[in-house]
């Protein structure tokens, strides 16, 4: 015989229902648009045109996008990012909607409830650095190297269980590349996180 829930945890039961649905829904759209993502770069034999861009305002317009999901999961930004222009080439959509999406959803992702991402930016001889650090466990070594041989990745579960198509860095990886970049990742410190930095081209 089954015991009858209380209604204090009936609603608890429907708001994991709801939020596993949600994620799900998540990973099926991420899914999609990466496929999409990929499609697009072939076609235009992985080159896509550049222009001059403010990567300030761009960040703040990818974060909008997972300021809901962050503050659901208890994650906040720490943001360095300076006031003033900070100019590179990049196409801006591409940035904001895959590469810069991939790298925030990742981040939030495996960083724990309490926690915070770090967003930061480096400089080197023609080359501007936008750094998002997360505050998890670190991406293994041998998701690195499989990256760099374009090899199958596999996608690991978040920290509140959330799931990925294991699709997300490599079509980031591409994208940066075929704006003349070049994606690094770095884990300062064991279980420190990980530091994940978009390289583009700037004056």
Known sequence: ????????????????????????????????????????????????????????????????????????????????????????????????????????????????AGKALIVSLQRRPGQIGLCITDAGAGIAAETVAALDRAAPLTSELGTAGERGSGFGLRITRDFVVAMGGSLQFEVPEPNAGTRVTIWLRAN
Do not use: C
């Open 1 to 112: 015989m089954h015991r009858q829930l209380r209604p204090s945890e009936t609603a608890e039961w429907l708001t994991e229902a709801i939020n596993q649905a949600r994620q799900g829904e998540r990973a099926v759209k991420g899914i999609i648009d990466d496929v999409r993502a990929l499609e697009l770069l072939r076609s235009r034999e992985n080159a896509v045109p550049v222009s001059a861009v403010n990567l300030t305002p761009l960040f703040h317009e990818a974060w909008s996008m997972f300021h809901e999901i962050a503050t659901s999961k208890g994650v906040r930004i720490d943001d360095h990012l300076p006031a003033g222009d900070v100019i590179a080439y990049a196409a801006p959509n591409i940035l904001v909607r895959h590469v810069l999406a991939n790298i925030l959803s990742n981040a939030i992702k495996f960083t724990p």
